[in-house]
């Protein structure tokens, strides 16, 4: 089960932040990330971390957002700077986990948190 926080109004230029907190008792999470939507798009990834700290960005983001995790807490959080209109969507928090000792892989999605980002 993975808990989103975050997200809201803001003018084109301000920052926002997200955090998504994983209860994953007795899995391993393999990685955890952001992917945003929009209406009538494809759901497209934002930022994703592994379990090693690889990170990877959208293209349109790079630079600008950045993500992080707190290990401990099975937490991860995504820090969105120089924000754009069209960056406005909504924000899903995604984790990808396994049980020790096996290989299927669960991918789990937290309920969607809009940004939205006024010119």
């Known amino acids: 089960q993975l808990q989103a926080s975050g997200g809201g109004l803001v003018q084109a230029g301000g920052s926002l932040s997200l955090s998504c907190a994983a209860s994953?008792?007795?899995?391993?999470?393999?990685?955890m990330g952001w992917y945003s939507q929009t209406p009538g798009k494809q759901r497209e990834v934002v930022a994703t971390m592994n379990e090693d700290g690889f990170t990877k960005y959208g293209d349109s983001v790079k630079g600008r957002f950045t993500i992080s995790r707190d290990y401990s807490k099975n937490t991860v959080y995504l820090l969105m700077t120089l924000l754009e209109p069209e960056d406005t969507a909504v924000y899903y928090c995604?984790?990808?986990?396994?049980?020790?000792?096996?290989?299927?892989?669960?991918?789990?999605w937290g309920q969607g948190t809009q940004v939205t980002v006024s010119s």
């Open positions: 995604n984790a990808r986990s396994v049980r020790p000792g096996r290989s299927y892989e669960y991918n789990t």
């Open positions: 994953v008792s007795g899995f391993r999470i393999k990685e």
